[in-house]
């Protein structure tokens, strides 16, 4: 079994930035690919940030390009979002997830496991 466990959100100003961590626990040689998505009150949950096993590759959907960062500490066995400038827009809950395959994907259908979800509000 492997557990994910997201941390790092809460109630933070416009413009500030915010690094969300996802902590991967068990059999952690499950999980390869990483990926942080969110979901805002009333939308789909939509993919931002995918991370690759090693790191070597980073995938970020165009709506964030320049303002989310994704990175993985695999020693740790903990994966990175860093947000910044951020905007009310970017109020959502967020979740980490991940497969067993090398690369990550866009689509939320090739994730398992989850985290809990983390919310993270944007006041201005």
């Known amino acids: 079994q492997v557990t994910l466990v997201e941390s790092g959100g809460g109630l933070v100003q416009a413009g500030d930035s915010l690094r969300l961590s996802c902590a991967v626990s068990?059999?952690?040689?499950?999980?390869?690919?990483m990926a942080w998505l969110r979901q805002s009150a009333g939308k789909e949950r939509e993919f931002v940030s995918g991370?690759?096993?090693?790191?070597?590759?980073?995938d970020v959907a165009e709506s964030v390009k320049g303002r989310f960062f994704v990175s993985r500490n695999n020693a740790k066995h903990e994966r990175y979002l860093e947000i910044d400038i951020l905007q009310p827009a970017d109020t959502a809950v967020y979740y980490c997830?991940?497969?067993?395959?090398?690369?990550?994907?866009?689509?939320?259908?090739?994730?398992?496991?989850w985290g809990q979800g983390n919310q993270v509000t944007v006041a201005w």
């Open positions: 997830a991940g497969r067993g395959r090398a690369y990550p994907s866009q689509s939320e259908e090739d994730y398992t496991p």
């Open positions: 068990g059999r952690t040689d499950y999980v390869a690919a």
């Open positions: 991370i690759s096993q090693n790191g070597g590759y980073t």
